[in-house]
C-alpha cells in the first residue's frame, strides 16, 4: 500500500532578503580612488576592482599567505576573489554592495600588504 502524502502544511517563509541600507559603502569619487592607488602603488585598477598579485617562494608559502588572508577577509566581512598559480596569489578586491571601489577594498589591501613583508 502506498504512503497517502502529507496534508501537513508548511509555515511559509518570506524569501531571504538582505537590507543593504544598513551596510551600504560609499563607492569612492575618481578622485579618491587615484588618491588612494598612489599610497597603494602595488595595486592596480582592474574595471571596478582593484588587484594585486603576491609573489612567494613556493606553493606552500603562498597557501600559508591565502590562509592567514582568508581570516583578515573574514574578519572584516570583505571577501577578496583570490585566484593561485603555484607561487603567485592574485588578490582582487571590489565592494559589491557600492558597485565599485571603496575604502573597503583599499583597507584590506593594506592588511594584505602589512602581511607580505
Given at each position: 500500500?502506498?504512503?497517502?502524502?502529507?496534508?501537513?502544511?508548511?509555515?511559509?517563509?518570506?524569501?531571504?532578503?538582505?537590507?543593504?541600507?544598513?551596510?551600504?559603502?560609499?563607492?569612492?569619487?575618481?578622485?579618491?580612488?587615484?588618491?588612494?592607488?598612489?599610497?597603494?602603488?602595488?595595486?592596480?585598477r582592474?574595471?571596478?576592482?582593484?588587484?594585486?598579485?603576491?609573489?612567494?617562494?613556493?606553493?606552500?608559502?603562498?597557501?600559508?599567505?591565502?590562509?592567514?588572508?582568508?581570516?583578515?577577509?573574514?574578519?572584516?566581512?570583505?571577501?577578496?576573489?583570490?585566484?593561485?598559480?603555484?607561487?603567485?596569489?592574485?588578490?582582487?578586491?571590489?565592494?559589491?554592495?557600492?558597485?565599485?571601489?571603496?575604502?573597503?577594498?583599499?583597507d584590506l589591501?593594506?592588511?594584505?600588504?602589512?602581511?607580505?613583508?
Amino acid at each position: 500500500m502506498a504512503a497517502k502524502p502529507s496534508t501537513k502544511k508548511t509555515p511559509s517563509r518570506p524569501p531571504a532578503t538582505r537590507s543593504n541600507k544598513a551596510h551600504t559603502v560609499p563607492r569612492l569619487a575618481e578622485s579618491e580612488l587615484a588618491d588612494a592607488l598612489a599610497r597603494h602603488p602595488d595595486w592596480a585598477r582592474a574595471g571596478d576592482a582593484i588587484q594585486r598579485t603576491f609573489a612567494f617562494k613556493d606553493f606552500l608559502e603562498a597557501m600559508a599567505f591565502v590562509t592567514n588572508a582568508a581570516h583578515a577577509a573574514q574578519a572584516a566581512q570583505h571577501h577578496p576573489d583570490i585566484l593561485i598559480r603555484y607561487n603567485k596569489v592574485t588578490m582582487t578586491l571590489s565592494t559589491h554592495d557600492a558597485g565599485g571601489i571603496s575604502h573597503k577594498d583599499f583597507d584590506l589591501a593594506a592588511k594584505l600588504d602589512a602581511m607580505r613583508i
